[in-house]
Each structure stands twice: as structure tokens, then as C-alpha cells.
């Protein structure tokens, strides 16, 4: 399978402060990235598609100006909550997609946990 | 409305046994089909992925796809308690790669 890194794994930030998070294809080019959160117990929720050279595009219910999303490269996204708030803490994950033949695959991030105090 | 469902279990069989998991979905413009597999904790795992109708087999693991019946399955032989986990089931409708997850069935494997 495709490898997907995501950095950090971890984060605890005081509340106010934005974080950024990496998620990075290493052995394969992604035009298309998604990012996802997912609350204990509970079920993936798409955030946003992340295309190469163009603005992300944001689900209902998600805030653009909160959740700025940067599709530099074709290996990169990046992910940054600004004015982060405790309820902002999940786990946010991103994924990649593969094209391979006429279809494609959609690899995961380890996930990125993170805490606002 | 396009949606994908699954029994949201838990589904529980000893080790040994045969592990069933099914799935079902409402866009009959489906592409491919799609098995995560998701510890607690961690994030999802592609564990297998059927495009044509039919058994697809790899190792312990048979995917089943019946486009007619807009159904696909996840057979786990065997089954160990490590393979204790919710399971997700996505299909994919459009060529840029997005999928449709459904909520995921969680399986626990007694030993």
C-alpha cells in the first residue's frame, strides 16, 4: 500500500493559539487530499477536499476561515486551526488519494490528536 | 442522498469462525468498493478494494460485490482477535477519489 505521514501526532495547545498539521504522501503524487476528524466513539466526518494549486473545498458546517487548508505540492497539505478552542480537540486525520487504472485509492495519515487546553 | 450502511454491530464470533460483514449503498453509479479497517485510536486501514462484480480473495479475506443488488460484503476466515475492530465500508461515485464512508461495523472476536 501507499505511505501517508502526518505531523504532528500529537499537539497540545493553549486555547487561542493555531496549529498547523502536515500531512505528507511520500511514495506517491496526490492532486486530491482529504482531511477528517473523528470524535471518541464516533464516525469519520469529511472536513474538506484538498485539491493541487486550488482552493479547498469545505463540507457543510465547516468553517473555511477556521480550518485554512494549503495544497502546495502534489505530496503536501497542510491544515491549520487557528484561534484553536477546547472544542476544536479531536482526532484529525487526513488521507490521500491514488489513482490507479481507472479508479482510486484513498490512503489514511496516522492521524493527528489534538488537545486545546 | 447518496449513502452507504452498514449494521452498526457490535458483531461478536469466536475465534475460528467465519467474520460476516455487509454493506450496502444507494448510488447505483458506484465505482469501487472499499474495506478499511480501524483500531481503536488509530485511523483507518485500506484492507481491500473490489471494482467488478464477484469474490475477490486475499489471504484470510474475500470481498463480495453484487452491483445488482448494490451490496458488498467482507468475509474474514478465521477470524483472530486481532482482527477485533470496526470495519468501514466506502464506495467511491465520482473519478476525483472521494469516498462515502459508512458508519463502520464493529467486529470483536472472542477467543
Known amino acids: 500500500g501507499a505511505v501517508v505521514s502526518q505531523h504532528p501526532s500529537r499537539v497540545i495547545c493553549k486555547s487561542g493559539t493555531s496549529v498547523k498539521i502536515e500531512c505528507r504522501s511520500l511514495?506517491?503524487?496526490?492532486?486530491?487530499m482529504f482531511w477528517y476528524r473523528q470524535f471518541p466513539k464516533k464516525s469519520l466526518m469529511l472536513m474538506a477536499t484538498?485539491?493541487?494549486?486550488?482552493?479547498?473545498?469545505?463540507e457543510q458546517g465547516v468553517e473555511k476561515d477556521k480550518f485554512l487548508i494549503n495544497h502546495a505540492s502534489l505530496t503536501l497539505s497542510t491544515l491549520t486551526v487557528t484561534s484553536a478552542h477546547p472544542e476544536d480537540s479531536s482526532f484529525y486525520i487526513c488521507?490521500?488519494?491514488?489513482?490507479?487504472?481507472?479508479?482510486?485509492?484513498?490512503?489514511f495519515g496516522p492521524g493527528t490528536r489534538l488537545t486545546v487546553t | 442522498q447518496k449513502e452507504v450502511e452498514q449494521n452498526s454491530g457490535p458483531l461478536s464470533v469466536p475465534e475460528g469462525a467465519i467474520a460476516s460483514l455487509n454493506c450496502t449503498y444507494s448510488?447505483?453509479?458506484?465505482?469501487?468498493f472499499f474495506w478499511y479497517r480501524q483500531y481503536s485510536g488509530k485511523s483507518p486501514e485500506l484492507i481491500m478494494f473490489?471494482?467488478?462484480?464477484g469474490d475477490k480473495e486475499d489471504g484470510r479475506f474475500t470481498a463480495q460485490l453484487n452491483k445488482a443488488s448494490q451490496y458488498v460484503s467482507l468475509l474474514i476466515r478465521d477470524s483472530q482477535p486481532s482482527d477485533s475492530a470496526t470495519y468501514l465500508c466506502?464506495?467511491?461515485?465520482?473519478?476525483?477519489?472521494?469516498?462515502?464512508f459508512g458508519k463502520g461495523t464493529k467486529l470483536s472476536v472472542k477467543p
Open positions: 484538498s485539491n493541487e494549486g486550488s482552493k479547498a473545498t469545505y
Open positions: 473490489i471494482y467488478s462484480n
Open positions: 488521507s490521500a488519494s491514488r489513482r490507479t487504472g481507472s479508479s482510486y485509492e484513498q490512503y
Open positions: 448510488d447505483r453509479g458506484s465505482q469501487s
Open positions: 511514495d506517491f503524487q496526490a492532486t486530491t
Open positions: 466506502a464506495v467511491n461515485v465520482r473519478s476525483q477519489g472521494n469516498l462515502i
